[in-house]
């Protein structure tokens, strides 16, 4: 039976998150420390496809195992394989019940070009009880289906949540943060999106997004049209300004630069979010589920 691209030597079973380990203990040993370098090896490659293959070489070792469905999914998410990594994630969740893999499922239906889908998962009753984070990610997904609309007002509302201007941050503050910037920037909003982008660049210690270098592309952008500007309104409105202040005013003090934008906070406009759309039919299980068979 082919086992995908050859493991390298460096890579140990030891090197396996222990949880994830833990739910291995069903397969024999020998099995077990099969799968967990194939799934080291998944989270060690840096190409995507590669990592993708790595976790099916594992799938084909113990294709009944949650967990390992799990990384098969998320493996294909990040090589862009959407279709495949909705089918895998929708077995794992059979195999572990766990809710945790909805937002990927529905960024899938909304990657596939199928928004009503997306919006059933988000708006499933169950989503009531899944924890915070889980909540969270589903709103980013909603906000990025108002954003593929045209409606970017309604992609901010979306994300206008109690987390967003409570002050803690917390793990996911800055994906959050960063997904209210991109909803504010394309409702035309660019010094309150410059803000949003500085607070998730501050929120993102580990880096995972490029928020700082989107905030200091707004800087450079909010300070050429403020130069425009000054421009515009060069020495003859200013002469014309000295003229009207009368001779006083040559001995005025220069006027003190404009402050800095009032922080961004949203905006009365956006309101309540709208309500949810009512959830579809979710489709049945895909025929990539067929190795599950008895």
Known sequence: MPTGPEVPDTVSADQLDPQVRAELRTLPGDLADAVARRLVAADLAEDPEQAYQFTLAARRLAARVGVIREACGIAAYRAGRWADALAELRTARRLTGRGGYLPLMADCERALDRPDRALAIINDPGVSGLNREVQIELRIVESGIRRDEGRPAAAAVALQVPELTDGR???????????????????????????????????????????????????????????????DTG?????????????????????????PAEEARPSEQDAEPAAEARPAEEAGPPAEDADLAP
């Not at 503050?173 to 920037?185: G, I, Q, T, V, W």
């Not at 020495?235 to 402050?259: L, V």
């Open 169 to 231: 941050l917390r793990p996911w503050s800055a994906r959050l943060f960063y997904a209210y910037a991109d909803a504010l920037l394309d409702a035309g909003r660019a010094e309150e999106a410059r803000d949003w982008f500085g607070r998730a660049a501050a929120a993102d210690a580990d880096g995972e997004t490029d928020a700082a270098e989107r905030f200091e592309d707004l800087d450079t952008a909010v300070l050429e049209d403020l130069a425009a500007s000054d421009d």
């Open 235 to 259: 020495p003859a409105a200013a002469t014309h300004e000295t003229e009207d202040a009368g001779p006083a005013a040559e001995d005025a003090e220069p006027a003190a630069e404009a402050g």
